[in-house]
């Protein structure tokens, strides 16, 4: 039997039975539903096996290999019939938009839902800090900058505070599902950004797909950036769809010429003359596709983009700096006839932290630690190459993944030379790379709590997935059975690779329900003026009186130093308490924690309980088999 | 016929942002329904009318980032200034619905009229 797809008609389904077959012809049955619909049932199974797997996921198994290590077979079954069927709407003769829509929507869920699908419990203990600054600004009605930097960036929180009081929705459940939101919003907007750099609609697909295969740096939790880096996507979209241009003369070439029609200019030096060369080169870019716009609304648009940049403002410190340096870079290759709006971006960052972020600047002065590639190096990757062999390999699954991807979009680039061709029509290859490279200015200026690879990663990774998709589909049309299977295979194992990687740190990042109900009766013990304690950051803690008590980890007193001197700093943090008791929570969680970041084995942490159980004025108050609370009172009479 | 339906949507937009109050006293789902289109799309899709986006996926994303700057920034200035309540924020996005809308209902009118 021959199956015959009618491309022709692609979304009708024809069945053709010749009634009376000829001798030496073969029965022909046409198909053509047959292929899309393996598509839509391997979406529909492969987001259903992956969700009941999730779902089923038994998280009283989970080690320092995470999330990963207890989804079981089911799990992967599903993603490798996600990605399949991705194929099967990509390579249509005409990439089909539903299939490709579900297979997406269906990735989303079983990648960045996968979390909340296991676990009633929001992940990640700085969600469950940010819910806390929430509830401190509805609570008080203003921003108090002396608490902490959040408050001197606010946005986010007062847009949070609005929407939880607007809909009356659980905070809790919004913060669960807000990894799947967020990314769906970022997908929205990247499948913006991909159609202006590439007129082929394949390639855009396969972009936006590799984005979500590979994102696995878990910044789309309820958060600031999560939200400042959309607004950064749909700017960089609408730049390039009405503020596109393109340079009006090579840049050597008016360097080389430079003022040299000018006598004057000549005779002032070869300064003069390089910078009037510059200034000609910057005044000769051609604006494409935006002369039918009447100026008040290339005027308006403008201002809506400083309106989202605005926000971006207000509402985080670090994505500012990276759309100016992205917007910066794409105006000096003369890929945007709007060349000032990163000087207004820019500007507005400025303003910001002169006049409102004052109380943070003052205590992180600018310029500290720039261009301290050591401190950077160690902050950002070597302090994190530690750890228990679980934790370690997670590690290296991170760095794999990062380097898989970025290693296609060096090929990508290397491939986009001939980016006229290549692209198909509109496309500029050129901005792409403008786009890519401003963020990377932002890596040697500060480590950002060892954070800004991370970071600076999130932000590149849109132009990387579009120039990793150019080296995957390097020609327009449907490519040959072989690379379809490579392609297929490629998303497959970018997609484990971040699934594994982003819920590396599962083990103590999704918490146990007794673990909230420590914290719970950790406050309702609390009196105004003690000092909260906790074994590690990793404590899910501060989502209520965020201003009213001071907290302090073991995590921070405690590192690389013995059980003693620990002890000598927490009876020290106790006693300047203005009510001299302090209240010490010690979860399963932290001592996971700390144990596979390497920062302080299990052992150490039992001797320290240990000891704090011999000691005068220390009591347990509180404990399940998950989380201990100690009392610590009077320890500077000792 | 397509000009009707546009019309119709000019009502629509303004006329969904004031549901908003009714859909509080109704309860949920309306009230986060409502809620999530105030603080995520309305504003935006009224303002994203007046702005030379091309394609619709363009207009809705470009709608979705503007609603969601602008509830950004007026419950940000409203919290310094010490004044935030939700439903001043939100009487301040159904203000800017109604206001970006109200040009084109107008012009409709008028013309109508003539």
Redesign the interface.
């Known amino acids: 039997m021959t199956t015959d797809v009618v491309t022709e008609n692609p979304g009708n389904a024809e069945i053709e039975l010749p009634l009376a077959p000829q001798p030496g012809r073969r029965i022909r049955i046409r198909l053509a539903w047959t292929v899309p619909a393996a598509g839509l049932l391997a979406a529909l199974a492969g987001a259903g096996l992956s969700g009941w797997a999730a779902v089923n996921a038994p998280l009283d198994e989970l080690g320092d290999l995470g999330l990963a290590a207890v989804l079981g077979p089911a799990y992967w079954a599903g993603l490798v019939l996600l990605n399949v069927a991705f194929g099967i709407g990509l390579f249509a003769a005409r990439p089909r938009t539903w299939l490709l829509t579900l297979a997406t929507g269906g990735l989303v869920l079983a990648v960045y839902g996968a979390a909340a699908l296991a676990s009633p419990i929001p992940r990640g203990q700085v969600a469950w800090r940010h819910l806390g600054i929430v509830d401190n600004?509805i609570t008080t009605?203003?921003?108090d900058r002396a608490i902490d930097a959040y408050f001197s960036w606010?946005?986010?929180f007062?847009?949070a505070?609005?929407?939880f009081?607007?809909?009356?929705?659980p905070p809790i459940e919004v913060i669960r599902w807000a990894p799947v939101w967020n990314t769906v919003?970022w997908l929205?907007?990247l499948?913006?950004l991909m159609?202006q750099l590439t007129g082929r609609a394949r390639l855009a697909w396969l972009a936006v797909w590799l984005f979500a295969a590979a994102d696995w740096i878990d910044q789309d939790y309820f958060s600031p950036q999560a939200?400042a880096f959309?607004?950064l996507v749909?700017v960089y979209?609408?730049v390039l769809?009405?503020f596109r241009a393109e340079p009006g003369l090579g840049l050597r070439a008016a360097l080389r010429a430079g003022g040299g029609a000018d006598a004057d200019a000549a005779a002032a030096g070869r300064a003069a003359t390089l910078w009037d060369g510059a200034r000609r080169w910057w005044a000769a870019r051609k604006p494409v596709g935006?002369d039918l716009?009447?100026s008040w609304?290339?005027a308006?648009?403008l201002l809506?983009l400083a309106?989202?940049a605005?926000?971006?403002v207000?509402?985080h410190q670090l994505t500012p700096f990276a759309l100016a340096a992205g917007l910066a870079v794409l105006a000096i290759a003369g890929c945007t006839s709007a060349p000032r709006l990163p000087l207004v971006v820019g500007l507005l960052t400025v303003a910001w932290l002169v006049y409102v972020a004052v109380p943070y600047l003052v205590g992180h002065p600018p310029g500290v630690g720039a261009g301290d590639v050591r401190t950077l190096a160690t902050t950002n990757v070597l302090d994190r190459l530690r750890g228990t062999p679980g934790h370690l390999t997670i590690q290296g699954t991170r760095l794999v993944v990062t380097a898989a991807i970025v290693g296609l979009a060096v090929w990508g680039v290397l491939r986009a030379r001939r980016a006229g061709k290549l692209l198909g029509g509109h496309a500029s290859g050129r901005a792409a790379v403008a786009l890519a490279a401003g963020p990377v200015l932002l890596a040697p200026l500060q480590s950002y709590g060892g954070e800004m690879l991370l970071r600076v990663t999130l932000y590149c990774l849109p132009l990387v997935a579009f120039f990793a998709a150019i080296s995957l589909l390097p020609r327009p049309g449907v490519p040959g059975w072989a690379r379809r299977v490579a392609i297929v295979a490629v998303c497959t194992l970018l997609a484990a690779g971040a699934v594994t990687s982003r819920y590396g740190n599962a083990a103590f990042d999704m918490f146990r329900p007794d673990e909230i109900r420590a914290a719970d009766v950790l406050y309702e013990y609390a009196n105004p003026g003690d000092v909260l304690l906790a074994g590690a950051r990793a404590t899910p803690w501060r989502y209520r009186d965020y201003g009213e008590y001071r907290t302090v980890t073991l995590e921070d007193l405690c590192i690389g130093v013995d059980t003693q001197t620990c002890f000598q700093r927490v009876r020290s943090t106790v006693y300047r308490a203005s009510t001299g008791r302090g209240l010490l929570l010690v979860t399963r969680s932290n001592g996971v924690s700390l144990d596979a970041t390497g920062q302080l084995p299990a052992e150490q942490l039992a001797e320290f309980e240990g000891m704090l159980l011999t000691r005068p004025g220390v009591r347990i108050l509180w404990q399940t088999a998950d989380a201990r609370i100690y009392e610590l009172t009077h320890l500077a009479r000792e | 016929m397509k000009k009707r339906i546009g019309a119709y949507i000019w009502l629509l937009i303004p006329a969904a942002a004031v549901l908003?109050p009714a859909a509080?006293a109704v309860g949920?789902p309306w009230?986060?329904l409502a809620?999530?289109a105030?603080?995520c799309l309305l504003p935006g899709l009224a303002?994203?009318h007046?702005?030379?986006?091309?394609?619709r996926?363009?207009h809705?994303?470009?709608a979705?980032?503007?609603s969601?700057?602008?509830?950004?920034?007026?419950?940000?200035v409203?919290?310094?200034a010490?004044q935030?309540?939700?439903q001043r924020?939100?009487e301040a996005l159904i203000a800017i619905t109604i206001l970006a809308c109200l040009p084109r209902v107008a012009g409709r009118r008028i013309r109508r009229s003539a």
């Open positions: 600004l009605g203003h921003p606010p946005g986010f007062a847009l505070a609005s929407f009081q607007g809909t009356g929705l919003l929205l907007a499948g913006v159609r939200i959309l607004l749909v979209a609408v769809h009405r935006d716009v009447p609304q290339r308006a648009l809506a309106t989202l605005a926000a971006m207000v509402s | 908003l509080v949920q009230r986060a809620a999530i105030l603080f303002l994203a007046w702005l030379p986006v091309g394609d996926l363009t809705l994303v470009l979705v980032a503007l969601l700057s602008l509830a950004t920034l007026i419950s940000t409203l919290f310094f010490g935030w309540t939700w924020c939100a």
